[in-house]
């Protein structure tokens, strides 16, 4: 990666810099400090059922919405937090005094509070109690309670008398401690590598389910790994907020979506923290927060000035449910229906705005540098769908009555051309005939009165199929000719023009040159209709190009290598099978069409611009205003955000309610200052998530988007994980994105993540997708309390290769909990010296420490490589197996031997990452220095890891007839003669000498007898 481009034009004066950043910690730390024990006004579901387990106080990581905006507008940001903290007790009368202060530089049309039916979410009866908080850090750094190991005697004993495994216990132990201690803290550290870890962010649909889980543990798991190698690891945790699903459930129960939001994200949240992950929380943005969303609409303003965003009216699909449109990449299926909820999609004439992606796709096709999967690679380098070729014109001939009588709009000069994009102009000559999608606008003027009846017949039955039917390879080809003939401009051949349902309007120009001859499809539809088919590329065999071969007759079409034979002035030019210019037919076709001024050389794409505009309420707003005068203007920059509305009213309408709200789109031309009218549109929310990795930096930074020193520290990120659903959705926005921010000034390089991996899904139990309908949900929040986090965790990374996934089994979990189980017994236990039956301490054998160190180095080599390469599965299967080796070697007498108490601490190391709580838990109780999670990551010893002998199978004729234990260290004569040896072999070679013996050094011994 080229990373390095604009470094020089940026001052950082470090030290500076690392000052500032200190500065925000403090600040960022008071925001936090303010405990709160909150109210819910709300019927908040989840919460609400499961209230028991809940703990005394809920710390929230500020009365975010509120100590935020204050944050955002107030210049002295640290006097107006303390002071709004100090402001406790007095119940606050209503945070509104804070915003209408705070707001009126954005829009004065937005009426300050008025409540309406709907509460804003900081209505929440907030009651700061700062002693609280007090009494909390208080007793998490109660050091006898954390760190037993310090009165080590008594607390030894006390533990012996209670030293059952209790999760529920200790998981929420070391989370307070963790917190307290802020060991997930991520800052600037120039002595240090750094690594930005980043796992996609959820929707905050309001309940944590075990997908979330699936994606973020062993993403954490990763992260923890990586710290523990010696990285400054960031692992940040936010919410994509803006969306669908909470605007539909306001209009149908009249909640508001900001209220339901934040609710929501306050839920996960807390839900999230039983994961025990590393994220670190100083860090969290949310996307519908205005000191985000501030952000949003300033990328779309410099990206408008850049001239990336343009308005124009187009058809598009819209959901008639959803009531808004969708990008080409929302509509799924063979039925074309709406990626949210399933309606079939339908076209509508709207003006719309679009970022012009379509820039960038010659550049979003290069994935130099990138470590992504390559089905990841594949799927964007199809969905873009480039390909080189030529534009054709060809003549289409008037000789229609139809065509003269009427239409006076299509009689220019030339309406009777019509352009083709073939990607092989080499072969022309062959081109036989055309055929136009039926919804050609040419079909209905260029059709002949006796075919008019066929015609519309069948454009009636094309309209009622989908694109992928007619697109479909197996489907019998049907088409009907118009009557009409075009001119095929290199040998001036008469050609009949057809139409049928295989060729769509939405590539190329929708029309097609037909060359039976070497195209598939085409060669089946000139069979069928028995249209001529002539051969203009014969197959070689020898390289001698003067040498033409004979003609044969054409079974199929044919694409393969050849001459062009049946073209004019090409006959014996070769052709290969590269695509475009690469293929000297091609190319010498493409410059002589040039020359005589029939075609040109010419890229097609499948890729579209990227349609971001929203009929909807809840997104980032459009910051544009459209004046009479003046037209399309954007908001000017220090009146950002554009606020969204409040007091809205929900109705079923169809229409944003920001279009029916009376006042808000009323605002002054930002040019001449008169009345004028703001967009109501709002952007689509892969908009919101194309940038969130920067806002991570530093999301409470008022001056730009994100902090200069933290992006030139941080970025670009290291590692992304999450579903591959968003190959060509999310992470295709955001490669344009940051490459159309990187020609602005603003970010650097030329992709914003390096390296990508995909976790699969986890289906039911029953085999199916989980859903709520279905009652096949697994939730995590009973199995926690039933197992605890490090079980779920560990059951997670286990059950299935991340990146496959795989159905939910709820026996499989017994499994990982009996291996924690198992772990915290062979490593609390206190009866540590085994005593034989004579009543004499077992001793073990050099033999038995050798070998159980030789387990554990194998063991840490193994759990290396597989955290290095994402296998997360034989991590914890490793682990599993080490541990039964252990247990043997404890029977065997090595327990407190040294190479024992070896084994012990790279086992918990090894563990840390999979279950940090047991393992930090055990790790305090050998009174070894907190935390295990700063510890660095064990090295292998190689020569410990090295085996002493091998075995090995000995195959006589190809099947297996002994196994051998040789020295790992033996020569082929040395295994050759153990082979020869063996009791097994000489029975089957029954006395005769072998007529062959191969040695595969370390694997195998084959004896042909
Ligand atoms: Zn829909
Ligand atoms: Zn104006």
């Keep these: ?111 300050a509070k008025k409540a309406t039916a709907i509460e804003p979410v900081k209505d929440k009866s907030i009651v700061v109690k700062a002693e609280v908080l007090k009494a909390v850090i208080a007793k998490l750094k109660e050091p006898s309670a954390i760190i037993p190991v310090e009165s080590a005697p008594a607390a030894q004993e006390n533990k012996r008398q209670d030293n059952a495994y209790a999760p529920a216990v200790i998981e929420k132990k070391w989370q307070a401690k963790w917190e307290a201690d802020q060991l997930y803290r991520s800052v600037i550290d120039n002595s240090r590598p750094k690594h930005y870890a980043l796992t996609m962010l959820p929707y905050p649909s309001g309940d944590l389910h075990i997908g979330h889980w699936y994606a973020m543990t062993p993403a954490d798991a990763r992260a923890r790994y990586m710290r523990m190698k010696g990285y400054n690891v960031l692992f940040p945790m936010g919410f994509d907020a803006f969306g669908l699903p909470a605007e539909n459930a306001a209009i149908k129960e009249g909640i508001h979506p900001m209220k339901r939001t934040f609710e929501n994200i306050e839920h996960m949240r807390e839900q999230m923290k039983t994961m025990g992950t590393m994220f670190d929380w100083e860090r969290e943005m949310v996307s519908a927060a205005p000191e985000y969303y501030k952000w949003t609409e300033w990328f779309f303003i410099k990206l408008y000035k850049m001239g990336l965003a343009y308005r124009k009216m187009s058809a598009v699909d819209w959901c008639p449910h959803c009531n808004t449109t969708l990008a080409r990449e929302q509509v799924w299926g063979d039925d074309r229906h709406c990626e949210r909820c399933g309606t079939p999609v339908i076209k509508k004439n709207l003006e719309q705005w679009f970022f012009k992606a379509t820039k960038y796709a010659d550049e979003l096709l290069n994935f130099d540098g990138l470590d992504w999967p390559q089905t990841v690679k594949t799927l964007q380098t199809n969905w873009i769908g480039r390909s080189e070729g030529a534009e054709v014109k060809f003549r289409v001939e008037s000789n229609q009555s139809s065509v003269n009588s009427d239409q006076s709009t299509l009689m220019t000069d030339d309406w009777s051309l019509i352009t083709v994009f073939t990607t092989r102009p080499d072969t022309l000559w062959g081109a036989t005939f055309m055929v136009f999608s039926p919804e050609h606008p040419l079909v209905e003027k260029i059709t002949a009165p006796g075919q008019k009846a066929a015609v519309d017949e069948y454009k009636a039955q094309a309209a009622r199929q989908s694109d992928i039917e007619r697109e479909a390879v197996d489907k019998e080809k049907t088409g009907v000719f118009t009557g009409a003939y075009a001119v095929n401009p290199v040998n001036q051949a008469r050609i009949p023009i057809w139409i049928a349902d295989y060729v769509l309007m939405s590539y190329g120009t929708g029309a097609i040159m037909a060359v039976p001859a070497h195209d598939e499809r085409d060669f089946a539809f000139a069979k069928k209709y028995e249209l001529p088919i002539v051969e203009v590329i014969r197959p070689v065999e020898t390289n001698h190009d003067s040498s033409v071969p004979e003609a044969g007759v054409l079974e199929s079409a044919y694409a393969g290598p050849g001459v062009m034979v049946n073209s004019g002035p090409f006959n014996g030019t070769k052709v290969n099978t590269e695509k475009g210019r690469k293929n000297p037919g091609i190319s010498a076709v493409i410059d002589w069409l040039e020359a005589q001024g029939i075609g040109k050389e010419s890229v097609n794409y499948r890729y579209r611009d990227w349609l971001i505009s929203r009929q909807r309420y809840w997104g980032a707003p459009i910051p544009m205003v459209y004046c009479e005068k003046d037209g399309w203007n954007p908001v000017p920059e220090d009146q950002l955000p554009v606020l969204l509305p409040e007091d809205v009213e929900w109705k079923p309408t169809g229409e944003s309610p920001l279009k029916l709200h009376p006042t808000w789109k009323n605002a002054p031309c930002p040019v001449c200052g008169e009345p004028a009218t703001r967009e109501t549109d709002t952007m689509d929310t892969f908009m919101c998530s194309s940038w969130y990795h920067l806002r991570y930096l530093s999301p409470k930074y008022d001056k730009g988007p994100f902090d200069e020193a933290e992006y030139n520290y941080w970025m670009p990120v290291d590692t992304y994980t999450g579903g591959i659903e968003h190959a060509t959705m999310h992470l295709l926005y955001t490669r344009f994105f940051h490459k159309a921010l990187r020609d602005a000034g603003i970010t650097e390089g030329n992709e914003p993540m390096i390296q990508l991996r995909n976790q699969g899904m986890v289906l039911g139990e029953d085999n199916e997708k989980m859903s709520k309908s279905r009652g096949n949900v697994e939730a995590p929040d009973v199995l926690v309390e039933k197992y605890g986090a490090d079980t779920i965790r560990a059951y997670i990374m286990f059950f299935a290769r991340w990146e496959m996934g795989a159905p939910w089994d709820s026996q499989g979990i017994e499994g990982s909990a009996r291996w924690v189980r198992r772990v915290w017994t062979l490593f609390t236990d206190p009866s540590t010296t085994l005593r034989s039956a004579q009543g004499e301490p077992i001793v073990a054998s050099d033999e038995v420490k050798k070998s159980l160190r030789r387990k554990v180095h194998q063991t840490l080599r193994r759990v290396t490589r597989d955290f290095e390469q994402f296998e997360f599965n034989t991590i914890v299967s490793s682990l599993m197996e080490l ?122 011994v084959s004896v042909v007898g």
């Design 883 to 1004: 541990l039964n080796e252990m247990y043997k070697a404890r029977e065997a007498g090595a327990v407190g031997s040294d190479e024992w108490k070896e084994a012990q601490e790279i086992y918990l190391k090894m563990m840390a990452p999979v279950t940090p709580h047991i393992a930090e838990e055990l790790w305090s109780q050998f009174g070894k220095p907190y935390s295990i999670h700063t510890q660095p990551w064990p090295q292998v010893d190689e020569a410990a890891a090295k085996e002493d002998s091998i075995e090995l199978p000995v195959q006589i004729n190809g099947k297996v007839r002994d196994r051998i234990i040789v020295p790992a260290e033996a020569t082929e004569e040395e295994v050759r003669a153990a082979a020869l040896g063996s009791e097994n072999v000489q029975k089957f070679l029954e006395g005769k000498e072998p007529r062959k013996v191969i040695v595969v050094k370390g694997k195998l």
């Design 1 to 111: 990666m080229a990373a390095t481009k604009k470094k020089t034009t940026k001052k950082k004066p470090a030290p500076k810099a690392k000052k500032v950043v200190k500065a925000k910690k403090i600040v960022a730390a008071k925001v936090k400090n303010v405990t709160v024990s909150v109210k819910k006004s709300g019927p908040a579901k989840g919460k609400a059922k499961k209230a028991t387990p809940k703990k005394i106080v809920v710390k929230k990581s500020a009365p975010k919405v509120t100590a935020k905006k204050v944050a955002v507008k107030t210049p002295v940001k640290k006097a107006a937090i303390t002071k709004g903290a100090k402001a406790k007790a007095v119940s606050k009368p209503k945070p509104a005094p804070v915003r209408k202060g705070t707001k009126p530089r954005t829009t004065g049309v937005v009426t």
